[in-house]
């Protein structure tokens, strides 16, 4: 078997910013053919997975570009475009293959294209033919439309958010293949739009029992070869943006489209119930303040959920940095605010010196206001880096600054906050803060509630689209929930 492969993906916040050249993706990922390292990144599993499938079937596995770039805005028409071509062009020149892996994310949305997922795959359906197996990994976070499903012969997406099972999905993903390649298996793929766009935490119910039974279904059924949701990404402005399920049956249409349709109406039914609560800054400085006052032992840490630049937002927005500082909060640290030209005249000054500065909210409204202040610098660090899970990101040169007893991290690279550990790269110890300010919706979880007293979950300004009701959309259809509010129909049934 020839087997061809490769990676193209981010996630476009059409709301954002930060517009995304190839620059963006050159700095995040980019890996010409076979450069790609051992280690996958969230999209590109499918490629290290496939190498060591490939390695234990004695099949050639042929492989093309691999490119990530971090979320963000609207890609650059000539970077999408020249991308997409690289990738068609090595397919060409492999040809003739049996199969195409893919790895994607699904909501990229470029200038000229709001489906460029389903412009490539309708690409290289018309190079590869009818025949040949063409499949892809997905984030759950992405746009099902219905070129792509036309065009594929399954998906497999992501089980969990945050999401720590990309590897295991690839791995479904070539089971599948291979068994289909083999001759075991004739996978059908069955969608149900749940008319709907929602936020699906896998960390807390209901979600975590949904996620648990598709796996138990998966498991006990031999019908069923793969389940999954595609949560809807609701920050991107694209006329198919929602929530839909997927059912892969082993040539069962009809069990598959019933089981979609089952499981989706489930999802429908339990829709508005599946995100974390969350209250606004006013709240979450009163409340954190009161926890400190109250004698908890560890810090009170605030996520400022929506200023998440894993979401494509800047990250540099003040508004719970205001707060604390119009209330008089002392002994907290705020990790991180993006600001490359505030870190550049930090690193000028010197670590020691007292200075003039204005930081923070410079790239969009709803961010609250830049913060002039004489700010002490405390320590400077080259190109910093937190932990994540396993793996390491780094967030630039960056700059340890002191406000009114507070302590604020500057950085120049936007990333999450994941790890307390970015507070140790900038020399503050964060149990010896009683209030710890992040910016992260969910990732950061995992490890910062180790050292939590309490975690508060801060929707602070109005740095991300997180109201579908309300949210300034130009393409979006109307006829899904919360934009109208039973468009199955089923409660007034
Ligand atoms: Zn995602």
Not at 421 to 427: D, E, N, R, V
Request: with cysteine.
């Amino acid at each position: 078997m020839r087997i061809f492969t490769a990676a193209l993906a981010t996630e476009t916040n059409t709301f954002s910013p930060i517009c995304i050249d190839r620059r963006a993706f050159e700095e995040s990922l980019y890996a010409p053919p076979g450069e790609h390292p051992e280690t996958p990144t969230l999209c590109t599993a499918p490629i290290t997975v496939g190498r060591k499938v490939c390695r234990e079937k004695g099949w050639t596995l042929i492989e093309g570009t691999a490119a990530w770039a971090d979320p963000a805005g609207l890609i650059n028409r000539q970077a999408y475009e020249s991308l997409r071509d690289e990738i068609l062009d090595q397919l060409k020149a492999a040809l003739p293959v049996d199969a195409v892996v893919m790895g994607l994310h699904g909501a990229m949305v470029a200038d000229g294209y709001l489906d460029p997922e389903g412009d490539l795959l309708t690409r290289i359906r018309d190079i590869v033919g009818p025949d040949v197996l063409v499949c892809a990994e997905l984030d759950p976070h992405s746009h099902l439309t219905a070129k792509r499903v036309a065009a594929a012969d399954f998906f497999v997406v992501f089980k969990e958010f945050p999401h720590t099972d990309f590897v295991d999905r690839a791995e479904d993903l070539w089971a599948i293949a291979v068994d289909t390649l083999e001759g075991r298996v004739q996978p059908v793929m069955s969608v149900f739009d749940c008319r709907m766009i929602d936020v699906f935490p896998t960390s807390r119910e209901p979600m975590r029992s949904f996620v648990d039974k598709l796996k138990a279904i998966e498991a006990s059924d031999p019908d069923v070869l793969s389940l999954s949701v595609i949560h809807g990404f609701m920050a991107g402005d694209v006329p198919e943006m929602g929530t839909k399920t997927i059912a892969i049956t082993n040539g069962k249409r009809e069990k598959g489209e019933q089981l979609a349709q089952t499981l989706g109406l489930e999802l429908y039914a339990k829709r508005g119930t599946f995100m974390m609560p969350s209250i606004d800054e006013k709240q979450a400085v009163s409340q954190a303040l009161g926890l400190v006052r109250s004698g908890v032992s560890g810090p009170v840490v605030i996520a400022d959920m929506w200023d998440n630049p894993g979401g494509g937002t800047a990250g540099d927005a003040t508004v719970i940095l205001e707060e604390l500082l119009a209330r008089g909060a002392t002994h907290v640290a705020v990790g991180m605010i993006w600001d490359p030209i505030a870190v550049q005249i930090c690193f000028a000054a010197g670590e020691g010196a007292e200075i003039p500065l204005r930081f923070g909210a410079k790239s969009a409204p709803g961010t609250g206001n830049p913060v002039d202040g004489l700010v002490t610098v405390v320590k400077l660090t080259p190109n910093a880096e937190m932990r994540f899970g396993d793996s390491i990101a780094p967030f630039g040169d960056a700059a340890h600054i002191r406000l009114s007893g507070i302590d604020i991290i500057l950085s120049s690279v936007r990333v999450q906050s994941y790890d307390p550990s970015l507070f140790t790269a900038l020399g503050l110890d964060p149990l010896e803060k009683d209030i710890l300010v992040i910016k992260s919706t969910n990732h950061f979880y995992a490890a910062f509630s180790k050292i939590a007293s309490e975690i508060l979950y801060c929707s602070a300004g109005t740095p991300y689209p997180n109201q579908p009701a309300t949210n300034p959309y130009r393409r979006v259809r109307r006829d899904i929930w919360p934009i109208m509010a039973d468009p199955h129909g089923i409660e007034a049934a």
